[in-house]
């Protein structure tokens, strides 16, 4: 389990190192900070993608090896990109990390969601979202504070951590499809296997289940709000140049404070908690906190980017005296706290949609669907997100005119946040759906348990 949850954290590091990075990457390859966010897009996209065809593989065949091809291809990537010297390679490295990155998602979800049975499948799941969080948070400050002289040291470190993390996972066993489902345990207990697979005339049952669709289609819509937040670094860069920092040290301070600021992640530990109870209760009772939680997070995303802030940094200051000033601020700073405390509970309450979210794919879908639904959910995830990453640097420009920066910046990312309203109303849909797809799943795994399936015969 620690090994599929570094696994997740350390991909999740990748897709945060380049944000903090785009004046210093755009500027020594003569592009646009712009061209550099629709990379990030196609980036997101093509991982989504690539989950689909990995998924499709790991819900038909042994899936260790699998997640073992993605980290080598992920590694090399990062590898790639720490020595190109052109844009185009600079892409290339890029998208070759993306394919690598689709492996660990969808076939990890898919080994994750056997480890764990149903009851507590919230709270394990959420330390599994949680890792990702926090992978992308250490992406920002990694490449923050190791990449503000060197842009490309931070993917040297990162190659060298995933060397390591793909070395550990060599060593860890196969799960078994099936191993945490209750309604399954007499078929393991008298020897048997669960032998069922992915096909392609599944692909319609999987469309068929209603609330698959609302998770799915969920995804369009809050990624593209999340996909937003990937310029958070650049509001807080902005800030620290309107006060007349130069820009290593605006980088130092955007990484810092982006991080800091959405620590609330942590918080959807709590979210699962609070699922798996509400879920013991109502089968549609994780849709509910996740459609509510959202909703919720509204009012303080729009006051927390409307809220100005002014940062006081010594001139001259190393990187590590830039850190502890800024981190110092957010307890002698008033201004700076108050928006600390409301980026804290925004954070924590998008969050509590994601430990829900994948809980109830593995409650709706058995074992052998769900990477597919994981990397299709993905997949409509990356689609939105890139969109997100991709238009907001519009919305900045339009904004422009009447709202120069910082302010076009704050205005751009407090659009983006209202996206979270539909999504929540999606959600609260699904917890219509749920109970009925729960139980038609229940049904289907007691039955196949009524059969003990040695080496793929029926016995």
Not at 217 to 232: D, E, K, N
Not at 376 to 394: D, E, H, I, K
């Amino acid at each position: 389990m620690v090994v599929f949850v570094v696994l997740a954290s350390l991909d999740n590091v990748v897709i945060g190192l380049l944000p903090p990075l785009y004046r210093p990457v755009a500027a020594e390859f003569r592009v646009t900070e712009a061209a550099l966010g629709v990379v990030t897009a196609v980036t997101y996209l093509s991982t989504a993608v690539a989950a689909v065809a990995w998924a499709y593989v790991g819900d038909r065949r042994r899936r260790k090896p699998l997640l073992l091809v993605g980290t080598v291809l992920w590694v090399a990537g990062t590898t790639a990109t720490a020595n190109v010297d052109s844009f185009a390679a600079f892409v290339g490295a890029q998208l070759l990390t993306a394919a690598g990155l689709g492996a660990i998602g969808s076939v990890g979800f898919s080994v994750i969601s056997d480890l764990v049975a149903p009851r507590r499948r919230g709270l394990v799941l959420a330390f599994w979202g949680l890792s990702q969080g926090v992978g992308v948070l250490c992406g920002t400050l990694v490449g923050g504070l190791a990449g503000a002289v060197d842009w490309r040291r931070p993917f040297v470190l990162l190659s060298v951590a995933g060397v390591g993390a793909a070395v550990a996972f060599a060593f860890t066993y196969e799960v078994r499809r099936g191993h945490s489902e209750p309604q399954l345990a007499p078929l393991f207990a008298a020897g048997g296997e669960y032998q069922h697979r992915m096909h392609r005339a599944d692909l319609p049952v999987i469309v068929a289940r209603r609330t698959n669709r609302y998770l799915i289609t969920q995804g369009l819509i809050s990624q593209a709000a999340l996909g937003s937040l990937v310029w958070l670094p650049q509001l807080f860069q902005a800030r620290a140049l309107d006060q007349g920092y130069d820009l290593p040290t605006a980088i130092i301070i955007g990484s810092v404070f982006a991080t800091v600021f959405q620590l609330g992640g942590a918080l959807s530990i709590i979210g699962g908690v609070v699922g798996d109870r509400r879920q013991r209760r109502r089968p549609g009772g994780r849709a509910q906190v996740a459609g509510w939680a959202l909703m919720a997070a509204v009012p303080l995303y729009l006051l927390l980017f409307a809220l100005p802030f002014r940062v006081s940094v010594a001139p001259g200051s190393a990187t590590a005296g830039v850190v502890r000033q800024v981190l110092f601020s957010l307890v002698t700073e008033p201004s700076i706290a108050l928006c600390f405390v409301l980026a804290v509970l925004a954070a924590g309450l998008t969050s509590a949609a994601s430990p829900n979210w994948y809980a109830l794919v593995g409650d709706v879908n058995p074992p052998e669907h769900r990477a597919t639904v994981f990397s299709l959910g993905n997949l409509a995830n990356g689609v939105g997100r890139g969109t997100g990453t991709a238009l907001v640097p519009l919305v900045f420009r339009a904004v422009s005119g009447f709202a120069p920066p910082p302010l076009n910046y704050a205005l751009g990312l407090a659009l983006g946040q209202l996206l979270f309203v539909p999504t929540g109303l999606l959600y609260l849909r699904a917890a219509r759906t749920a109970p009925h797809d729960i139980a038609a799943l229940d049904a289907m795994l007691t039955e196949r348990a009524g059969v003990v399936e040695r080496g793929g015969a029926v016995s």
